[in-house]
T-cell receptor, first 113, second 113 residues
Framework: QKEVEQDPGPLSVPEGAIVSLNCTYS??????FMWYRQYSRKGPELLMY????GNKEDGRFTAQVDKSSKYISLFIRVSQPSDSATYLC?????????????FGKGITLSVRP | DGGITQSPKYLFRKEGQNVTLSCEQN?????MYWYRQDPGQGLRLIYY???????QKGDIAEGYSVSREKKESFPLTVTSAQKNPTAFYLC????????????FGPGTRLLVL
């Protein structure tokens, strides 16, 4: 079982729809969780960073973490064509002096006008 | 204007040739990372460095080498030992460790002639 599993997609929705993106993980040592957005041929940019279970909201975006069930979600409300991109979940843990992120494979979202 | 720069945007490698990808940051970050991104594979960590003159192998270090002589710079060399180098290479940095937000550069696409 991979450490981080992300719905493979692709996903296509009409403009204005609510989008739900999900990742599950197997390693209970993960302590912090991130969502990145990556436009085609660009570097990823951080959307959300959470450290604890619960919801965190930023504008049209809500990140949800459920540590007991080992899954995280990103919700996008009132989706727009400019939201069309690949979304990557990432999880991290501290191991001694080192720490690193483990990324999901990403899901490509297309929002149709 | 703070950020991470990568050059070149596109790079072509001939058989048996070593090539070096540049990564520079002016964010005063201590930690820097190199990732490889292949279609459907997500981001995989090649090397990372948390301090000048020190670096560690990531998950797929074979066929790659790095140096960290200056805080601002973390060049990646793709050696002739890397048999499948065609990919999108991303450099990232964070303030101290991967526990903190990683900021990504725009990427370099490496193609083999």
């Amino acid at each position: 079982q991979k450490e981080v599993e992300q719905d493979p997609g692709p996903l296509s929705v009409p403009e204005g729809a609510i989008v739900s993106l999900n990742c599950t993980y197997s390693n209970s040592a993960f302590q912090y969780f991130m969502w990145y957005r990556q436009y085609s041929r660009k570097g990823p940019e951080l959307l959300m960073y959470t450290y604890s279970s619960g919801n965190k909201e930023d504008g049209r975006f809500t990140a949800q973490v459920d540590k007991s069930s080992k899954y995280i979600s990103l919700f996008i409300r009132v989706s727009q064509p400019s939201d069309s991109a690949t979304y990557l979940c990432a999880m991290g843990r501290v191991t001694g002096a080192n720490s690193k992120l483990t990324f999901g494979k990403g899901i490509t979202l297309s929002v149709r006008p | 204007d703070g950020g991470i720069t990568q050059s070149p945007k596109y790079l072509f490698r001939k058989e048996g040739q070593n090539v070096t990808l540049s990564c520079e940051q002016n964010l005063n970050h201590d930690a820097m990372y190199w990732y490889r991104q292949d279609p459907g594979q997500g981001l995989r960590l090649i090397y990372y460095s948390q301090i000048v003159n020190d670096f560690q192998k990531g998950d797929i270090a074979e066929g790659y080498s790095v140096s960290r002589e200056k805080k601002e710079s973390f060049p990646l060399t793709v050696t002739s030992a890397q048999k499948n180098p065609t990919a999108f290479y991303l450099c990232a940095s964070s303030f101290r460790t991967a526990q903190e937000t990683q900021y990504f550069g725009p990427g370099t696409r490496l193609l083999v002639l």
